[in-house]
């Protein structure tokens, strides 16, 4: 069946400038999480999404960062006024109410 | 303290000798625990899930969990190059929020 998948698989974009990454999870998986791996790092938790619930923001870096989820589903991480530091991969996972999560594709994300 | 600790190694194995990869964790995540394969440039996949003290085995892979010295580990046997990878441990208190180690890089020489 379909994985995770993510667009774009790449962006290279100019400081200051905002960015949309989108997540389309494993359909009927209720869970979404964003996270962000630097290069040759551990995976930094952003925010979670389970159902209905109000998502769990805790790993946000900054107000310039927000997420949204809409119809349960898709997912799309926002970055405003990207600065050069949030270069990295995004990678979103998605899991079923209580489970295992899969991982998609991820975004490289480059600000010039 | 982090939640999760990994050895970031790199680790070397020779062909077909038994990898062991070691993970520690924090109180506040002691429920569920997770080990995930990543090769380079690519996204981490899942391997096996561990949730109750002891022993679990899939082919030739086998976690341990154990719960009072808060470690858990990953065993693979007859290790084999394309086995090569970093290899995540990640813990989860209640399936809301999973914390990851920063990765053990494993190296199977042919």
């Known amino acids: 069946g379909a994985g995770v998948s993510q667009s774009p698989s790449n962006k290279v974009t100019e400081k200051g400038k905002d960015v949309e990454l989108r997540c389309d999870p494993i359909?009927?998986?209720?869970?979404l999480y964003w996270y962000r791996q630097s290069l040759g790092q551990g995976l930094e938790f952003l925010i979670y999404f389970q159902g209905n619930s109000a998502p769990d923001k805790s790993g946000l870096p900054s107000d310039r960062f927000s997420a949204e989820r809409t119809g349960g589903s898709v997912s799309t991480l926002t970055i405003q006024r990207t600065q050069q530091e949030d270069s990295a991969v995004y990678l979103c996972a998605s899991s079923l109410e209580v489970g295992e999560q899969y991982f998609g594709p991820g975004t490289r994300l480059t600000v010039t | 303290q982090k939640e999760v600790e990994q050895n970031s190694g790199p680790l070397s194995v020779p062909e077909g000798a038994i990898a062991s990869l070691n993970c520690t964790y924090s109180d506040r995540v002691s429920q569920s625990f997770f080990w995930y394969r990543q090769y380079s440039g690519k996204s981490p996949e899942l391997i096996m899930s561990?949730?109750?003290?002891g022993d679990k085995e899939d082919g030739r892979f086998t976690a341990q969990l154990n719960k009072a010295s808060q470690y858990v580990s990953l065993l693979i046997r007859d290790s084999q190059p394309s086995d090569s990878a970093t290899y995540l441990c990640a813990a989860s208190y209640n399936f809301n929020k999973f914390y990851f180690g920063s990765g053990t890089k494993l190296n199977v020489k042919p």
């Open positions: 561990i949730y109750s003290n």
């Open positions: 359909s009927g998986h209720t869970a």
